[in-house]
């Protein structure tokens, strides 16, 4: 298996556009969690998915922030509109869930908002 | 609701030294512990876990893991650092009766001097 796989790998945007990040999880995995890491705040839980289905989305930070997973392969994480405060790297991560297992990490987007 | 604390936000070592990462919980119960590695540029990965029975638990790279109830830790040990241990290291706990989701601490960033 590849991995859980992120897109792009860099992203440069200005402020005010839209951003979207992707990615595909591990295949066989039920459980999806969206991750922003800073320097100032350290690793935070954005979101997370069971079955393709929002279990909680109150690390989300404000409504400019949206994600969705239309099937078990894939998920989108959108901003809109971007913000400077936005740059970040945020990652994806699945695991099977229902008992104590390891989450797999992709490589991260690095988030850059002028 | 849980909380994991590592106190150490850098340590420095030399390479070949022996190495101790800390890492304490607050949790009434017995939690389910990890410890994930995080290289330049990419995502974490997971080096051990602990669920039960042998308190002392081996994990990959070398580094073992040693669970005190008595202390509510569970630091992370090197005998003899390389270069390449350099990276973040990040100390997690997931608890029963939850949602399996982990808490993770802020990290450790390991430097290596040759």
């Known amino acids: 298996d590849a991995g859980v796989i992120q897109s792009p790998r860099h992203e440069v945007t200005e402020m005010g556009q839209e951003v979207t990040l992707r990615c595909k999880p591990i295949?066989?995995?039920?459980?999806l969690f969206w991750y922003r890491q800073t320097m100032m705040r350290g690793l935070e839980l954005l979101i997370y998915?069971?079955?393709?289905?929002?279990?909680?989305d109150s690390g989300m930070p404000e409504d400019r922030f949206s994600a969705k997973m239309p099937n078990a392969s894939f998920s989108t994480l959108k901003i809109q509109p971007s913000e400077p405060r936005d740059s970040a790297v945020y990652f994806c991560?699945?695991?099977?869930?229902?008992?104590?297992?390891?989450?797999?990490f992709g490589p991260g987007t690095r988030l850059t908002v002028l | 609701a849980q909380s994991v604390t590592q106190p150490d936000i850098h340590i420095t070592v030399s390479e070949g030294a022996s190495l101790e990462l800390r890492c304490n919980y607050s949790?009434?119960?017995?939690?389910?512990l990890f410890w994930y590695v995080q290289s330049p540029g990419q995502g974490l990965q997971l080096l051990l876990k602990?669920?039960?029975?042998?308190?002392l638990v081996q994990g990959i790279k070398g580094f073992e893991a040693e669970f005190k109830r008595s202390q509510s830790s569970f630091n992370l040990r090197k005998p003899s650092v390389h270069w390449s241990d350099a990276a973040e290291y990040f100390c997690?706990?997931?608890?029963?009766?939850?949602?399996?989701?982990?808490?993770f601490g802020r990290g450790t960033s390991l430097i290596v001097h040759p």
């Open positions: 991560a699945s695991m099977n869930s229902g008992g104590f297992n390891e989450q797999f």
């Open positions: 295949s066989g995995h039920n459980s």
């Open positions: 998915f069971n079955n393709n289905v929002p279990i909680d």
């Open positions: 949790y009434g119960a017995t939690p389910y």
């Open positions: 602990y669920f039960s029975g042998d308190t």
């Open positions: 997690a706990v997931v608890t029963s009766g939850g949602s399996y989701i982990p808490t």
